[in-house]
Structure formats: structure tokens, C-alpha cells
């Protein structure tokens, strides 16, 4: 070691950890008496745990455990399948498709079924809201041959104006020609 280093020291393996095991329902709830909220959100006051779990099973489903840190404990009478189903749809529901740039790359002497995979490609990339740039890139003597560029980057576009509008029409920057697709908004 180093003059200056400094060791961590590992971690206790005898500390109690802290385990979230998630809400507790039926039998796991422990403590009595409970808050008692029912099935269709009826607040039905501070009852003991037996009673509930009773009022819960009447009802054919479960007493789940909704505040564990508040004094009596609040639960709930519901349907705990239901309810962790709905709480995943929650969090896959905030998540937001982040808009990506693709690139579809081509060459002047780009055979023509080879053009309509590409355009294929471009229209997935297109449907999952990606925006697409078109790039023609010439080589050599190619450049001489700028139509021909021109040519299959409109053949692209041409495939792509139900689902696509150009955002930047074809330029060409050095030895490529590009252009730019942005998925059309859905109405």
C-alpha cells in the first residue's frame, strides 16, 4: 500500500440488515389491532387484526397491509393479485421511449432490392419512434456520379412518406449526401 491509501473495512456480517419484504397480508400481519379500510375505500376504523382478517375472508379476499409505519397500522381489504399487478403497470408505465437517431447507410451502386430493405428498416425504426438519417456515401470516382446519390436518396424518401416527414432534405456535407427523417406525430 501507498503512503495515503486507506482500507475500507468490510462490512459487519453480524449487523441486522435491513429486508424489505414488501406489504404483509393476511396471517403475516402481526399486530393488533389494525386501521381498517374496505374493500370499496370505506374507512371502518380501528378494529382488532382477528376481526378483520375475518371481515377479509367473508369478503373472499385479503387484508394487505398498506402503511406498516403508522400507529394502529393501516390496512386494506382487496384483491392482492390485483393489487401488485396494477402497482408493476404503474412503474412500466412511467417509463418514457427515449427518441433515438439511426442511421441507414447506402452507396451509390446500391442494388434496388437492397434500396427496399433498407426502406424497410428505416419504417421499423420509424414505427418505434426513432428518427432516421439517410446517408449516401461516395468513394473515388463515385463523386462524379452525384445524381446517382441523389437518385436512390429520394427513392428512400419516396418509400418513406406515410410514415416519415423529412426534417432535412438531401444535402450533401464532403463525400456524402444526407438527409434527415423524423417519425410523422400520430393523430
Known sequence: MKKGDQRIPPPDRHAPREIDRG?????QI??????????TGEQ??????????EMARE??????????NERPPVCKILDYGKFRYQQSR???????HQQKLKEIRVRPKTGE?????????????LEHKDK?????????RELQ????GRRIILAILEGLTDVAKVEKPPSMEGKRMTAMLAPKASA
Open 59 to 68: 369478503a373472499n379476499l385479503d387484508l394487505v397491509e398498506v402503511a406498516a
Open 145 to 148: 456520379h452525384i445524381e446517382e
Open 90 to 96: 404503474k412503474k412500466t408505465k412511467t417509463t418514457v
Open 113 to 125: 432490392h437492397d434500396v427496399e430493405t433498407k426502406i424497410n428498416q428505416a419504417r421499423r425504426f
Open 132 to 140: 432516421v438519417l439517410v446517408n449516401v456515401t461516395f468513394r473515388g
Open 23 to 27: 406489504q404483509r397480508i393476511n396471517e
Open 30 to 39: 402481526r399486530i393488533s389491532p389494525v386501521r381498517l379500510i374496505g374493500a
Open 44 to 53: 371502518l376504523g380501528v378494529v382488532p387484526t382477528s376481526q378483520a382478517m
